[in-house]
């Protein structure tokens, strides 16, 4: 496992490679964080998903084109897989997550699986919202949730 970590807009993130596949993106409170049983590298692969966070953050990129594998339950997959499809620029609520992968009962458990998404941003869990399209749980904290929503300019594009 490679490891290396980023100044962004947002802070400070770590990305983290597995056998040719992107598998974390961390929040991080200084570069000499992050996990210590990783190979501190610029891996060829880690270089493109951080060029295209830049390219995100500039506004010059609406899709990641990266080999993601988050690990998790299958009911986790289910949700992140949902969540890759929300479309730059819009939100979805958990509700309408948990309809979209058949368990329209389950919205709790979609926040809980939108808690544990081991790829964020990449993995876009910061655009599914409340019911009422407020600001509700992420990772990184709703500030930062706030400016990727705002960068998306999806203020206004619930659904």
Known sequence: MFYYSYETPIGILGIEEHE???TRLDFL????EGPA??????????K???EQLTEYFQGERRVFE???KPMGTDFQKKVWEALIAID?????????IAERVESPKAFRAVGGACNKNPIAIFIPCHRVVGANGSLVGFAGGLSIKDFLLKLEDTQNCLF
């Open 20 to 22: 040719g596949f992107i």
């Open 29 to 32: 409170k200084d570069k000499n």
């Open 37 to 46: 049983q990783k190979t501190i590298a610029e891996t060829p692969l880690i």
């Open 48 to 50: 493109k998903a951080y």
């Open 66 to 68: 990266l080999p993601l």
């Open 88 to 96: 730059y620029g819009k939100t979805k609520t958990y509700k309408a």
